[in-house]
T-cell receptor, first 115, second 109 residues
Framework: DTGVSQDPRHKITKRGQNVTFRCDPISEHNRLYWYRQTLGQGPEFLTYFQNEAQLEKSRLLSDRFSAERPKGSFSTLEIQRTEQGDSAMYLC?????????????FGPGTRLLVL | SQQGEEDPQALSIQEGENATMNCSYKTSINNLQWYRQNSGRGLVHLILIRSNEREKHSGRLRVTLDTSKKSSSLLITASRAADTASYFCATVPGGALTFGSGTRLQVQP
């Protein structure tokens, strides 16, 4: 257990539905990252926050995806009008202040299946 | 796109043997990190090596870095069945980690 928690751990939804995932980082970490991982592949970066500011978004993050970190603590990732191609593991990670390229601590992930 | 590429994609060894995994990357780096992932779980940081370091040890792990060849290797000595997992190298060309596709290690008891 790294101290990063994600909820839910599993989500099954029907195509076209909206889903929202939550990530609670380690409390003193000011950077929070979202990644997506498909079977047999490494994680791919989606977006990251420093405190409440969203500093970078990947081209993978289509208009149907939105992430927030309203108070610089927990973060949510919402996918609107889900598609079967959205099925993946969504990973959250956090890192401590002053070390943007240092170790990231990952949560257990939310596995999404879109039927 | 994947920055790093691990080799081999899959490795099966007997308990007690050493396991070596290689990683190649494309852009210049400040550091390279190795992570481990058990099936269906999150990633766990194993070791970080900076661009000015050539070798680093942590317990049964040994990492080397050759910036001229843009490559790194991870050696796990005296492997155990519990080492069975996927291993990823990761670099930071931008603001976040960029991972390779991983090496799936199977250690047979």
């Amino acid at each position: 257990d790294t101290g990063v928690s994600q909820d839910p751990r599993h989500k099954i939804t029907k195509r076209g539905q909206n889903v929202t995932f939550r990530c609670d980082p380690i409390s003193e970490h000011n950077r929070l990252y979202w990644y997506r991982q498909t079977l047999g592949q490494g994680p791919e970066f989606l977006t990251y926050f420093q405190n409440e500011a969203q500093l970078e978004k990947s081209r993978l993050l289509s208009d149907r995806f939105s992430a927030e970190r309203p108070k610089g603590s927990f973060s949510t990732l919402e996918i609107q009008r889900t598609e079967q191609g959205d099925s993946a593991m969504y990973l959250c990670a956090s890192s401590r202040p002053g070390a943007p390229q240092e170790t990231q601590y990952f949560g257990p992930g939310t596995r999404l299946l879109v039927l | 796109s994947q920055q790093g590429e691990e080799d081999p994609q899959a490795l099966s060894i007997q308990e007690g043997e050493n396991a070596t995994m290689n990683c190649s990357y494309k852009t210049s780096i400040n550091n390279l990190q190795w992570y481990r992932q058990n099936s269906g779980r999150g990633l766990v940081h194993l070791i970080l090596i900076r661009s000015n370091e050539r070798e680093k040890h942590s317990g049964r792990l040994r990492v080397t870095l050759d910036t001229s060849k843009k490559s790194s290797s991870l050696l796990i000595t005296a492997s155990r069945a519990a080492d069975t997992a996927s291993y990823f190298c990761a670099t930071v060309p931008g603001g976040a980690l960029t991972f390779g596709s991983g090496t799936r290690l199977q250690v047979q008891p």
